[in-house]
């Protein structure tokens, strides 16, 4: 019997054919599903209006969570292979005969900090260079079960815009973690974005102006660098390597520059993975208050570290520092929900400046990451995540290593490694574009440095390194230098 009409009879029950999925593979179970579905799309081995299997049978029948089949039936919507209908399910929407116009598209010709294909999932290349962690490496049962709670939203909630500084409910849940954990504090000086990106507009928006300087860390955290040349402002890099933040010329940027402000990620930093030293924040903390300029502490890693970190905002109790959280590193970046902690001097304006650019934040959001945060099974996830992370980490250093690169540092935890080659004759530009060619995404030293880099290096996303594809694209690159 013929694929297709197995699966035109079979799709409502349980024996939908099974997708030879690999776990050890390089492209996530999210990816392999979607490639694979469009495979028999295309080969008009899915006909048009055939029925989908539902999630829950999907999963079943592939050993898969239930969050990783929602995840790739939403990309094969955006894709226009998939429809939806309220009540019926997931049909076939594309002839074979009209492949999506999409998928010729997603292997960009050009690439730059801000290309949507780093940030969309929808690419079929692999995101080396991306931000996210795959899907399934979160685990369904608290998400699913957060959204599921999130939209019985009471119906008189559904009628105004929802509270400006964010839903309380959540605001209170942070301030009682974060006093238990880090620092005390109250409701009132949380206010909640959309994301640690919107926290940072809101803050350089309210305690920023045109031609001011503002310091960053070099390497460091690619938006930010580009939010701050919007805002007209002039970002100043401190160099941040394996011993941390260059403190003395830190002092002599501050002498001769007067700054505003200083963004500085002092845990698992973006894109070194390292994390200040206890004697580091005391001083970066002194030099702040010695030339008055506010610190904002980019804190959104805290929560994969497995071991006590500093915190700037509880050494100072938000008298100069701001300290700017997320979800999306714990649940899910699609939910983009993220938090700002500071003084009460300071939180009236910050929230006034929120409702003039964008009056409030989805409260289902909300809703939603206070139901998984609150669930008992949160924590378990956590601990999880973390453990996944580490041996991945150890695993993506060696297949690096082997493969010919150099580390710059050697990361303390989190999603990223930054390797290169000292010895290369290529520039990142050139090496970024042949990676293009072969189906990689990678994110190159130039998105994250205020300068031309020495020699090429890249941000590496350890859940996507254990990659055949890629590690045969490094050795090609590693030889041709040993070559030079």
Not at 119 to 133: E, F, K, M, Q
Not at 456 to 479: E, K, V
Request: aromatic share 6%; glycine share 6%; with cysteine.
């Amino acid at each position: 019997m013929e694929l297709t009409k197995e699966i035109q009879q079979t799709s409502g029950s349980s024996l939908w054919p099974q997708l030879a999925l690999e776990r050890s593979r390089q492209a996530s179970l999210v990816e392999q599903i979607v490639q694979k579905v469009t495979q028999l799309i295309r080969q008009n081995r899915l006909a048009l209006g055939s029925k989908m299997p539902s999630v829950r049978q999907f999963a079943k029948c592939n050993a898969v969570s239930t969050f990783t089949v929602v995840e790739s039936y939403e990309r094969l919507i955006t894709l226009g292979m998939l429809s939806s209908r309220r009540g019926s399910g997931y049909f076939v929407s594309k002839p074979a005969s009209a492949p999506s116009p999409l998928l010729h598209a997603t292997t960009p010709t050009m690439l730059d900090a801000l290309s949507p294909d780093l940030y969309s999932g929808v690419s079929s290349a692999l995101p080396v260079g991306s931000g996210w962690l795959p899907p399934e490496w979160y685990g369904d049962d608290v998400l699913l079960d957060a959204l599921r709670q999130a939209m019985r939203i009471p119906t008189q909630r559904l009628r105004g815009y929802g509270h400006p500084a964010g839903f309380p409910s959540l605001r209170q849940h942070l301030a009682q973690h974060l006093s238990l954990e880090l620092f005390q504090l109250d409701a009132e000086q949380i206010l909640l974005t959309n994301g640690a990106t919107h926290a940072f507009d809101l803050i350089l928006r309210t305690l920023c102006k045109p031609g001011d300087t503002v310091l960053v860390e070099n390497p460091g955290y690619s938006n930010l660098l580009s939010l701050i040349r919007h805002h007209g402002c002039i970002p100043v890099g401190i160099q941040r390597d394996a011993h941390g933040l260059d403190l003395d010329a830190l002092m002599e940027k501050a002498i001769l520059h007067q700054p505003k402000i200083m963004f500085v990620n002092t845990v698992l930093q973006n894109p070194l993975g390292t994390s200040l030293s206890q004697a580091q924040a005391h001083r970066l903390l002194a030099l702040a208050e010695q030339f008055d300029f506010w610190l904002v502490e980019d804190d959104i890693y805290r929560e994969l570290c497995t071991r006590p970190e500093p915190s700037l905002a509880a050494m100072d109790g938000l008298r100069r520092v701001i300290r700017v959280g997320s979800f999306s590193k714990v649940l899910s970046p699609t939910l983009r929900v993220g938090s700002l902690c500071a003084s009460h001097s300071l939180i009236d304006e910050l929230l006034r400046i929120k409702m003039l650019t964008g009056l409030t934040t989805s409260e289902i959001n909300e809703r939603a990451v206070l139901h998984a945060i609150s669930s008992r099974l949160y924590r378990r996830m956590l601990e999880k995540l973390k453990r996944q992370l580490d041996t991945s980490r150890t695993e993506a250093i060696r297949l690096l290593q082997d493969a010919g690169l150099t580390l710059l540092t050697e990361p303390r935890g989190g999603m990223f490694i930054s390797a290169g080659w000292r010895d290369s004759t290529r520039t990142a530009h050139e090496i970024t574009t042949l990676a293009l060619n072969a189906g990689i995404l990678l994110a190159p030293a130039d998105f994250f440095s205020l300068h031309e880099t020495t020699y090429p290096w890249f941000r590496f996303n350890i859940a996507y390194c254990n990659s055949a594809q890629l590690l045969t694209f490094l050795r090609s690159i590693s030889d041709e230098s040993a070559h030079g």
